[in-house]
Structures are given as structure tokens and as C-alpha cells.
């Protein structure tokens, strides 16, 4: 069974400050894991993912995240919010259930960035 | 590119109308989905669709009616709809299938997202 936990549903922070967005996931499998990003009124863009290869994934507009196994954990951050930055957050985890694959996303978590 | 192109973005429609929403891709993926999502939640799957083949249907009421007519293209056929599936309807794709048995899959499974259709149901 899968699972995605999204700790906040908003985070507030100052711009030029840092970020932190928690995410834990539960997985039978070792699972591939992903952060989304969706501004108002818009779709989903793929911002960072895991799938085995370096537990530290970079992805753009300069957020990463650290993949740790033994915390379940798959927190994203970056160092210094942007205004831009302000759009909900999705964690996501897929891994192969019975006839293929599942995607599951966590609740979101609304960033809110401050002048 | 990684572009998925859905239309059309806006939507208005009346409990009896017929209508159709359209998504498209051109990378050559091979599973294509339609996601359901209302205001302050996240997206929530309706149907998935493998080499052409309809594999997941997440349980969806009859009145919506997935189609996909080729590789490129998947559409959502919506008849008598209530005012409750008013919603952001998002369309994603992805290279591979969901097919346990396809080789590495989790590289597959990253999944590209139109920016949506809005749909007012009046």
C-alpha cells in the first residue's frame, strides 16, 4: 500500500528567506517520488523527481530535495523564496500495484511568500 | 518539449448539453490520463489510458466517456453532467505504460500535465 502525508497545508515565509515543504510517504515498494508545482488557474509542472539514482535531486527554479529512507521522508526546499515562488505544492509518490502502476498525491501545501 | 495541450481552457455548459474536451501530446508517450480537481484539493484520477487501451477507470460515473482515438490524442466526451462536476479538468501523459512488466518503469512514469480545462456546469 502507498501513501503520501503533506505535514502542512500552508507554509508562510518572507521573500529571500528559505523554504522548507515536509512530505512523507509510506511505500511497500521503493517508490518514485515527485514535487509538483500549480499556480492559480494553471496545470501541474513537474518541478524535481526521484527514482533511485542520488538521494539529493535539484530541480529547477532551484528547489531540491532530499530523499531519506530510513525517515520516509522527501522534503523539498530552496534556499531564498521568490515571490513567484507563491503556488500550492504537491508531493506525489507512484510505485506498481496490482495491474500497474499508482500515482498517489498528497493534499498540497499552499506557499504563501511575503515582501 | 514536454507539452501536453488541452482545449479548450474554459468551458461553460448546461446539465443537458453535449460536449467534449480535447488533450494532445506529441512525444510520443504511451499512457494518457484524465485527472478531476476542485478547488483546494489535489488532483484526483478518473482514468488512465495504456497503448490505447483503456486500463484504469477509477470507479468514474457513466456521463463521462474517455476516448482515445490515437497515440497523440485522448478526449472526454461529457453528457448530462451535474453542477458538481464543475471542476479543473487536467489531462497528463507519460512515456510508459502502467504496465508492471514494462522494463525500468519508474523512469516511465513521470507524468507531463496540460493547464487544464475549466468547466462551469450551469
Known amino acids: 500500500a502507498q501513501s503520501v502525508t503533506q505535514l502542512d497545508s500552508h507554509v508562510s515565509v518572507s521573500e529571500g528567506t528559505p523554504v522548507l515543504l515536509r512530505c512523507n510517504y509510506s511505500?511497500?515498494?521503493?517508490?518514485?517520488l515527485f514535487w509538483y508545482v500549480q499556480h492559480p488557474n494553471k496545470g501541474l509542472q513537474l518541478l524535481l523527481k526521484?527514482?533511485?539514482?542520488?538521494?539529493l535531486v535539484k530541480g529547477i527554479n532551484g528547489f531540491e530535495a532530499e530523499f531519506k529512507k530510513s525517515e520516509t521522508s522527501f522534503h523539498l526546499t530552496k534556499p531564498s523564496a521568490h515571490m513567484s515562488d507563491a503556488a500550492e505544492y504537491f508531493c506525489?509518490?507512484?510505485?506498481?500495484?496490482?495491474?500497474?502502476?499508482?500515482?498517489?498525491f498528497g493534499a498540497g501545501t499552499r506557499l504563501f511568500v511575503k515582501a | 518539449d514536454t507539452e501536453v495541450t488541452q482545449t479548450p481552457k474554459h468551458l461553460v455548459m448546461g446539465m443537458t448539453n453535449k460536449k467534449s474536451l480535447k488533450c494532445e501530446q506529441h512525444?510520443?508517450?504511451?499512457?494518457m490520463y484524465w485527472y478531476k480537481q476542485k478547488a483546494k484539493k489535489p488532483p484526483e484520477l478518473m482514468f488512465v489510458?495504456?497503448?490505447?487501451?483503456?486500463?484504469i477507470n477509477e470507479s468514474v460515473p457513466s456521463r463521462f466517456s474517455p476516448e482515445c482515438p490515437n497515440s497523440s490524442l485522448l478526449n472526454l466526451h461529457l453528457h448530462a453532467l451535474q453542477p458538481e462536476d464543475s471542476a479543473l479538468y487536467l489531462c497528463?501523459?507519460?512515456?510508459?505504460?502502467?504496465?508492471?512488466?514494462?522494463?525500468?518503469?519508474?523512469?516511465?512514469?513521470?507524468?507531463?500535465f496540460g493547464a487544464g480545462t475549466r468547466l462551469s456546469v450551469l
Open positions: 526521484y527514482t533511485s539514482a542520488a538521494t
Open positions: 506525489v509518490v507512484s510505485g506498481p500495484y496490482t495491474g500497474g502502476f499508482k500515482t498517489i
Open positions: 511505500s511497500s515498494y521503493s517508490p518514485s
Open positions: 489510458y495504456s497503448y490505447e487501451k483503456l486500463s
Open positions: 497528463a501523459s507519460s512515456q510508459g505504460s502502467t504496465a508492471r512488466t514494462d522494463p525500468d518503469p519508474r523512469f516511465k512514469n513521470i507524468q507531463y
Open positions: 512525444m510520443g508517450h504511451r499512457a
